[in-house]
């Protein structure tokens, strides 16, 4: 019988509430992106700490809750055992904390700070959903959405403008979090849908190396971890520098 993996590296072995919720919430992925908001702030001439805590609060409530329950939510990708209502009711509740976070906020930074909220809600809902045919969603998409965004919506949440370095910092953001979908995709085929994997590696000594899921997902959630902890450490250290 073919061993059936966990849907993520992240992710309890044993089936139960444990492994569905880890699974759902993301805890390596949500702190990478959660950390280009820190990121952002960081790049702004002057950090504001409470409007650092509020813009990071509502993504965590956008993204962390309720745009991973949208997505198990459409077809059940990490076949968890939550129920429907459950990941409905944590979504709405998700996204409607941040919209409000959102909106508290354009008395600070003014109401520049609407079309980012606009547009938030627009990459949870359509992009999770897939809704208009699936054209918001792709590689592409996640790396605009929860790369590059969260770092000029924090910066702007910050300075009340964008600025060069915020595009820059930005487009850093997009092309990790592009690295992260390249390494991810492959990963989540083989955890999630793949039956069995099998083959070898003929090598010019005549030797042969076979191959397993264990060799193919091994590289690929390596350099996951090590980038997750790494814009991590580095959101941190930007945080210890400003603060």
């Known amino acids: 019988m073919p061993e059936v993996l966990a849907p993520a590296f992240y992710a309890p072995q044993a089936r139960g509430w444990r492994r569905d919720w880890i699974a759902l919430l ?21 950090v504001d700490a409470v409007r650092l805590g509020a813009t990071l609060l509502a993504f965590l409530l956008a993204l962390g809750v309720a745009a991973h329950a949208l997505d198990e939510l459409r077809g059940r990708p990490l076949k968890t055992r939550i129920p429907d209502a459950v990941l409905i009711g944590a979504a709405a509740l998700g ?62 949440a910050q300075a009340g403008r964008l600025s060069l370095a915020a595009v820059i910092g930005a487009a850093a953001a997009y092309a990790l979090s592009y690295c992260q979908r390249t390494l991810s995709t492959p990963a989540r085929r083989i955890r999630r849908q793949a039956r069995a994997v099998s083959g070898s590696i003929a090598l010019e000594d005549g030797t042969a190396e076979p191959l397993d899921s264990a060799v193919l997902l091994g590289p690929l959630e390596r350099a996951l971890r090590a980038l997750s902890w790494a814009t991590v450490a580095l959101a941190v250290a930007l945080a210890v520098a400003r603060l």
């Open 26 to 46: 993301h805890p390596p992925y949500t702190a990478w992106h959660l950390s280009y908001v820190v990121i952002g702030a960081a790049l702004a001439p002057a």
């Open 95 to 156: 996204l409607a904390g941040a919209v409000a976070l959102g909106l508290a906020g354009i008395d600070r930074v003014g109401v520049g700070l609407l079309p980012f909220i606009l547009v938030g809600v627009l990459f949870v809902v359509a992009y999770n959903l897939e809704l208009f045919g699936g054209v918001l969603h792709g590689d592409f998409w996640f790396a605009l959405s929860w790369g590059a965004f969260p770092v000029l919506t924090a910066y702007f």
